[in-house]
């Protein structure tokens, strides 16, 4: 009997957006412990820009050796071994466990939660910049033995690919470990090469530069990237005499915990949040100190959206005037906590500081906006314009405010209107979601203006007076959209983007519905789990019907939800989905143009690329290129940031496409714009579901999992190729070129899945007429 499908929800968010999952690993003992902290603080000191899951094999460590190496990083994860499993591997001496334990760091074959694992020995320290290797995506990678068979590998340093982190592949390692077919005194290296000789990629021996190599105390190259103390005498024993040079180069990361982390926060350029947090997160600074590496720390703290945790880290120092960034950063802080009040007064104290202005009165004029003030608003945008008449933030908020720009609060007739929570975008904001409210609009009937709705932003504060609003009208739409993600416009009221408190949200008492809102968190991004749940299951016992885009979103907020409040949430496609339905007047195009049109993201680009940007570039260009030889290539830019790739695949292929500037379209060009292409292959959620409501066929290129929900949702998840897949660019290619061979047919896939979500908007709507009359 083969067993049920997993929701697509229930499948980890990596392996629905094929982001690779990269870990370094070492076998640990307590022998070997202060080899293995000092390469820990190496690594650190030396990469500070990466921060990947380290799995420490072990089997006899010591609670105390644990928490020293939890200390050493933020992302430790223990994994105990199984001696016995190598009994018969050794040849008659199955009692010796000091040569048993030379074959543990076989086990890291036997782990499946990675894509990549890189493994290192303990008696190796980091002296360089070792990201290329985490871009390796083939075989297994080593450096050949020294002074011996180039065609064996040195096991000190393994780069180990998923094809290879397989049953397959330890079912070898068992059967010529069992069967003693190698060389018995090289244990695990013996092993490797028996199975891998020939065949494995040859990496520079900079990345496994053995110590006899610097024999009569020769000079550590600069290029050196991993020093490894092979032999008997290891540099926390004192060392081996003609080495003093590589015992220097180990010594300088015997550091005692506190001037480690001195050492790393004095480090230049950019570090990785997680490892800012984890080794700064109780830095105090006394009256007079040096107040950068709580700055850094502080910037992380926001970069991962712990805005309460920003606060409370603020707070423990005194923090003078004159320290602007710190005020900006405080003031940021506050000011997502709902905290306004003080938000405003450190953002004025930050304002004093020239270079800066522009961007702090660009967020008091966003701040005064979300209060409602937009008389403060204005002015703030204007004093930050007068500092920088190009500050893009500013410029959004003096063009919202300025008088003429402004819409009555109350229009029409209050009992004939249902009131509508949206994210009402600014003008060359981002295309899909410019879409969205009118949409939305459209599903319940033609009439998408002020005679039936009455907007409410949802990034502005919902007071009291919104609340009597709400309720003077037939009922509340919330949608549609990603709402749920944390980091746009946040706010300690709800931790999602509707700034409502929940004591106010408790007294709407007309008929309330979420319609067609998206769970939009990335890999790696989590909400302020608490409050968003309150918020959350307030809001769904609020609801008299709660609809998600997507049946990944649906499992998703159930899994947060009580049992009770469960079945109340349910599937309510993107209405973008269904345009062609929804349009007054819609017609398919008779004729498309002879045109693919190719949609980015730029947007939290480090959750959506990984370490793989460079691979996507390249594998674009070859994509392209391909595609281009079968209809003209264009780039399709939905926000401001997405022109990157335009600029990026310029400079380093040499190619160059036109742009079509959607963020300045209206809603109708951009419909218009969708339907005559006959293919859009696109990063972004709305690139994938406006032109597949337009009745044209779509390729994603998936960075979030949002585009996975939506394709398993239409039951064609070959339409989509993850940005991270080792042959983008001639999977990409073989994809688009067969759609575009096969255009009618396509097409008529197209519309036969559409068929299904309308049937499904169409009773939902059905529900809510009646509902809200």
Known sequence: MTAAPLPVSAVRSETLTGKRRIAFASYVDENYLPGFLTLLRSLALTNQTICEDFIVLYDDLQPASITAIRKLHPRIVMRRVVPERYDDFVKGDPENYLVRKAYFILDVFRIRDYDTIITLDTDMVVLGDLSELLRMRHGVGAVPQFLLDQSKLNSGLLVIQKEYLSDEFCAQIDEVGRAGTYELDKHDQGILNALLVGKFIQLDAKYNFVKRRLSGNRAVDDDVAILHFTGRHKPWNGGEAGYTTAQEAWEAYELNHADFVREFLALRGEKHPDLLIHFGRGVVVNEGGDYEPLRQVAEAYLAKSRYEETVELLSRSRIPAQESRLHELLGTALMATSRYAEAEAHLLLAGAHAPASARVFGRLANMSWILGDEDSS?????????????????????????????????????????????????????????????????????????????????????DEAALER????????????????????????????????????????????????????????????????????????????????????????????????????????????????????????????????????????????????????????????????HAEVRYAAHALDDERFVFDLRREYGISLPVEPMYDFDTDQLRTAFARTKLVIGMRGHAGMIPFGCGTPIISLISHPKMAYFLADIERPEWGVSVHDRELGSVLSERAIGMLNNLQATVADVHGRQEALWKVTQENVAKLHTLMG
């Open 470 to 629: 709400v309720n003077a009208r037939r009922g509340l739409v919330i949608g549609g959209g990603g709402l749920f993600i944390p980091d746009t416009s946040p706010n300690g009221n709800s931790a999602w983007q509707w700034n409502v408190p929940d004591h106010l949200l408790e007294k709407i008492d007309v008929p309330l519905a979420v319609f067609a809102v998206g769970y939009n968190a990335f890999d790696g991004q989590s909400y302020t789990r608490r409050r968003f749940e309150e918020s959350l299951r307030l809001l769904v016992s609020k609801s008299s019907f709660f609809g998600l885009r997507n049946h990944g979103s649906v499992e998703k907020v159930r899994a947060m939800l009580p049992s009770e409040l469960q079945d109340r949430v349910i599937f309510q496609p993107c209405p973008t989905t269904v345009s062609r339905q929804l349009v007054p007047g819609w017609q398919d195009p008779i004729r498309r143009d002879d045109t693919v049109l190719i949609n980015c993201a730029y947007d939290r680009a480090g959750l959506r690329f990984g370490h793989d940007y460079d691979h996507f570039l390249r594998e674009m260009a070859t994509a392209v290129r391909a595609i281009g030889k």
């Open 378 to 462: 204005l002015q703030y945008a204007l004093t930050g314009l007068n500092a920088d008449v190009v500050d893009r933030a500013c410029r959004i908020a003096y063009e919202r405010s300025r008088p003429e720009s402004r819409k009555p609060i109350e229009s029409g007739n209050a009992a004939e209107q249902i009131a509508h929570v949206a994210f009402y975008m600014d003008r060359q904001g981002n295309a899909g979601d410019k879409i969205l409210p009118e949409t939305v609009r459209l599903s319940f009937g033609p009439d998408t203006g002020d005679r039936t709705w009455h907007s409410i932003h949802a990034h502005k504060l919902f």
